[in-house]
């Protein structure tokens, strides 16, 4: 601990551990509480990180010895969060400050850069002198090693440097790299004391009666130069005031232009309004350039990277919203498609990537993600994704550029995806470090048999046979379009060998429903779950088998009440706060709600679409988790929280919008655009759909609900797009 931190007479925190803020902005993300302070050695792994390190461990703010109190908080449009603070009762020179008489505001903005503006406000009717301390620490961990990895050894933390209105936290890395944290201020601190990866800064503040002062710091990482600094020089500190204002101003224009490229859903219930505009924020501070592109990343804190699986549904949850999405993710992907056969990160020719990193531990090679592939089903989504967009935007010039992309990803499903000539996609998982499960259930205990045994490989899950069959349909109409008709006439008859099959050895007559996948002697694992919802939208399943699926996911056991459980509460297994064995997922049910629609059970849709937005009524922004946990829903209460879980996390943020696609039956084809049989949850008397971009054109559509019938109605056209209405 730094020498003069021993003085600080603090309380413990009453703000729970788990609640956390975040700002995020192309490779820089920042996790703090509530009230701002990131404090040291928190196990919450809150900080400030760039491309996978955290630069910011610690920042921790204290007047007078005393901490802030909380008055509020609340972040704008992802991007912006204005943090209200008051004094707790003070004693100086012998005289009484009461509490609440002191005002504090915390003002923060990301871009190129954290940057943090303080204002305090004096209702005193006499000058007071205050003494502000802000403990800054810097660990430099890999996000890995924060969240469990075990490291034998570990870089050097350097002697600070300090430039007289700022310092500089530095670590040398085993990957040879520096990594510095430059901490610069408008107004100097009276006395700096570092150490390294520590820095206890005072400043004096003189506050009149009723007059404002304001300080403004930056926080930036720096990596050592010629080692892809990605960042601008941090200005200096007479500078950083113009800085703040400037980033806020530019941050703001961007988020304008970013909704304004989306399409715009207003009904005349506020509440969801302001809970789809926070999802569509969500989604720009999750969008990140690289330099081979740009992709949502999948999570924060955790999954602020490229993951395949979690952008190519993401994208596809978005087409409605903004089909760039979906673009650019296939663009990312195909870039880093398997070339090449390596056993260590699981990869093969054609193969879509699974998750990549980019820090130390990264760089070392002592994580496998550099990057990883381990994943069954990020192929055949790949392929399915650019059947959507394709669908969606008729956009021929993607297609084939695209071209290659979709032959390699089919090849590596028959050649490499199919690991024993069955017809079937199954996984094996024993890559050392690598993912036991590759389905999207990717925990080590998600794959179980109903007494509670793990299932063996290889391993063909039920939903990814679903993809595959799908993936084979759209691969048909694509090299339909590409003028390769005989390829698109084998690709129909194998998707319909695997059709005829797939009800043989995955369907259980006895529980009328689906199971969870073949083992390794290809026997059925009998456990029921939620993959078998996943089904629906691939049309793989015959009406009448589709009804019986959808009949099992909405009795008791599988439905919460506040939605689809991804297990069954009968089962040995089931534990509503576990990660994959009972809880319940918004992108879960997303997909799911779109294969409702498919099969027309709009009742069933609309249901889960109410029950799902009663449930993000409980969460901060109304904002639905990555998930939460599969307590049955009483007649009073709330869901209940998962305590680890990734919030914002892009195929939740993505969940409202393939609701939306799915309630008002939105649908693309060479035809046009069509709407069949809309449906308007009660919650929902009306809906004004702006600027959805479809096919080369964009229209305006109202929806609107009389004498208990949804009417659609034709606002505005632009382009040459075709609009079908079906009431």
């Known amino acids: 601990m730094i020498a003069g931190m021993h003085d600080l007479q603090i309380a413990p925190r009453e703000i729970e551990e788990s609640s956390y803020e975040v700002l995020k902005e192309g490779d820089l993300f920042l ?144 990957d040879g790299i520096v990594r510095g944290c430059r901490a610069v201020f408008d107004l100097p601190p009276v006395r700096m004391r570092l150490e390294p990866g520590r820095a206890l800064c005072t400043f004096d503040i003189e506050l009149p009666p009723q007059q404002k002062v304001h300080l403004t710091w930056l926080f930036q990482p720096v990596l050592e130069e010629g080692q892809g600094d990605a960042l601008v020089p941090p200005p200096a500190g007479q500078e950083v005031k113009t800085a703040f204002v400037s980033a806020a101003v530019d941050q703001a224009n961007e988020y304008r232009k970013w909704k304004d490229s989306c399409t715009r859903f207003v009904s005349g219930n506020e509440v969801f309004n302001h809970s789809l505009e926070r999802s569509v924020t969500d989604l720009r501070a999750l969008y990140t350039t690289y330099p081979d592109g740009q992709i949502v990343e999948a999570g924060i804190p955790w999954y602020a990277a490229p993951f395949g699986r979690d952008a190519l549904i993401t994208g596809w949850q978005t087409l409605c919203l903004n089909p760039d999405i979906a673009r650019d993710t296939l663009r990312f992907l195909s870039r880093y498609q398997g070339r090449e056969v390596d056993a260590h990160r699981e990869v093969e ?63 590596w499903c028959r050649e490499y995806g199919d690991r024993d000539g069955d017809g079937y996609l199954e996984y094996v998982g024993q890559a050392k470090g690598g993912l036991t499960n590759q389905g999207w259930k990717d925990s080590w205990d998600a794959l179980v048999h109903p007494d509670g045994s793990l299932a063996k490989p290889s391993i063909a899950l039920v939903e990814v046979q679903a993809y595959w069959y799908l993936a084979m349909e759209q ?44 083992d390794g002697q290809k026997q059925l694992v009998r456990t029921v779950v939620s993959n078998m919802g996943h089904c629906l939208f691939t049309g793989i399943l015959a009406p009448e088998t589709a009804g019986k699926v959808i009949r099992r996911l909405f009795q008791p056991d599988m439905y919460s009440g506040w939605g689809i459980r991804t297990l069954s509460k009968w089962e040995k297994p089931y534990n509503p706060m576990s990660y994959h064995n009972g809880s319940v997922w918004p992108h879960d049910n997303a997909v799911i709600a779109a294969g409702l629609r498919r099969y027309g059970h709009l009742d069933h849709l609309e249901q889960l679409f109410t029950r799902l937005f009663e449930a993000s009524l409980h969460f901060p922004y109304y904002r639905l988790p990555e998930l939460f946990c599969g307590f049955t829903r009483r007649p ?26 799915a309630m008002l039956g939105l649908s693309s084809s060479p035809d046009g655009l069509r709407i069949a049989q809309p449906r308007l949850p009660s919650w929902l008397g009306e809906l004004t759909v702006t600027n959805l971009r479809v096919r080369g054109g964009a229209v305006d559509l109202g929806f609107i609900r009389r004498r208990g019938r949804i009417h659609c109605y034709l606002l505005r056209k632009e382009g040459d797009v075709r609009v079908i209405i079906e009431v």
Request: overall charge neutral.
């Open 31 to 174: 996790t703090s509480r509530p009230d701002g302070d990131i404090p040291a050695e928190n196990m919450a792994g809150l900080g400030l990180y760039f491309r996978d390190t955290r630069y910011l461990s610690c920042l921790e703010h204290f007047i007078n010895n005393t901490r802030p109190v909380l008055l509020s908080s609340a972040t704008r449009g992802s991007h912006f969060s204005q943090i209200e603070l008051t004094n707790a009762e003070m004693h100086l020179d012998g005289r009484e400050i009461p509490p609440q008489s002191i005002h504090l505001r915390l003002l923060r903005v990301m871009r190129q850069g954290f940057y943090q503006r303080l204002r305090l406000v004096n209702y005193n009717l006499a000058h007071v002198m205050l003494t502000l301390k802000v403990l800054v620490g810097s660990d430099f961990r890999d996000i890995f090693e924060i969240r469990g990895a075990d490291r034998r050894r570990r870089g050097t933390l350097l002697e600070p440097v300090s430039f007289g209105d700022s310092f500089m936290l530095r670590y040398r890395g085993l």
């Open 636 to 661: 009073t209460g709330a869901p209940v929280r998962y305590p680890i879980a990734c919030d914002p996390q892009a195929w939740a943020v993505g969940t409202p919008f393939m609701f939306l696609q």
């Open 475 to 518: 691969g048909a109409r694509l090299f339909t379009a590409l003028g390769e008709v005989d390829e698109a006439r084998r690709l129909q008859t194998q998707a319909q060998d695997l059709r005829q099959r797939f009800m043989r050895d995955f369907w259980m007559a006895d529980k009328e429903c689906l199971g969870f996948a073949l």
């Open 349 to 411: 020719p054609g193969k879509i990537l699974h998750e990549m990193r980019r820090g130390e531990m990264a760089n070392c090679r002592e994580i496998l993600h550099t990057p990883y592939y381990g994943s069954i089903d990020a192929t055949p989504l790949f392929v399915i994704l650019l059947g959507a967009y394709h669908q969606w935007t008729g956009d021929d010039a993607l297609l084939e550029e695209m071209r290659h992309s979709l032959i390699a990803a089919l090849s």
